[in-house]
Each structure stands twice: as structure tokens, then as C-alpha cells.
Nanobody, 124 residues
Framework: QVQLVESGGGLVQPGGSLRLSCAAS????????IGWFRQAPGKEREAILC????????YYADSVKGRFTISRDSAKNTVYLRMNSLKPEDTAVYYC?????????????????WGQGTQVTVSS
């Protein structure tokens, strides 16, 4: 069964850090472009950043540059989103998605598989 499962979300104070995980089953993440998206209440889903199968990283949200990083652990078939210096405006449901083209497009429509999402709330 093909599945993506996000974990690691939660409540964190402004300035804090979280690491989200995106674990795959039923397919190998190494052959896919893996993107992170987020959707805040009342807003459209937006692309944040992505790692291609060749480990090229693309940022789509200027607001996270210098604070968020993406990495891959092939042995665990998992991609991580490290989020530092979190701000209240980072509050959203975070999703990972897999693009079978192996590249990153920044568009939700090109992804073949999606996780169920994990809530991140930044608040004091």
C-alpha cells in the first residue's frame, strides 16, 4: 500500500523549532521529488520547499528562507522538514507530497501522493 505519513507537528512557542518527518511506505522516496506544502486557515495551500531525486533543493516561499531546511534519509525512506525560528504566521497544516517525475515543480497538481497532514501551531 502506497502511503505518506507526516509526523512531528505540535504546539511551539515563537522562536522555537520543530522537525517534521515524511515517511513513505510502498514506494521509494529517492526516486521522487518530495515537497512540503502548508495550508493556513482561510488560505490556499502553498508550496514551501522541495527536494528532487538528485537532492536539488527548491524554495517556493521567501518567508521560510534561512529558517527551514529539507533533508532526506534514504535508509529510513523519510524526508524531513527542519523549521527554526518559528513565527505565529507559520501556523498551518503541513503536508508532504511526492512527485513521480522526480523533479520539483512547486505545484500541488503534479504530485502523485500526499500525506494526511500534521498541524503546526506557533503561539505563546
Amino acid at each position: 500500500q502506497v502511503q505518506l505519513v507526516e509526523s512531528g507537528g505540535g504546539l511551539v512557542q515563537p522562536g522555537g523549532s520543530l522537525r517534521l518527518s515524511c515517511a513513505a511506505s510502498g514506494f521509494t522516496l529517492d526516486y521522487y521529488g518530495i515537497g512540503w506544502f502548508r495550508q493556513a486557515p482561510g488560505k490556499e495551500r502553498e508550496a514551501i520547499l522541495c527536494i528532487s531525486s538528485s537532492d536539488e533543493i527548491s524554495y517556493y516561499a521567501d518567508s521560510v528562507k534561512g529558517r527551514f531546511t529539507i533533508s532526506r534519509d534514504s535508509a529510513k525512506n523519510t524526508v524531513y522538514l527542519r523549521m527554526n525560528s518559528l513565527k505565529p504566521e507559520d501556523t498551518a497544516v503541513y503536508y508532504c507530497a511526492a512527485d513521480g517525475s522526480s523533479f520539483c515543480s512547486g505545484h500541488a497538481s503534479t504530485n502523485d501522493y500526499w500525506g494526511q497532514g500534521t498541524q503546526v501551531t506557533v503561539s505563546s
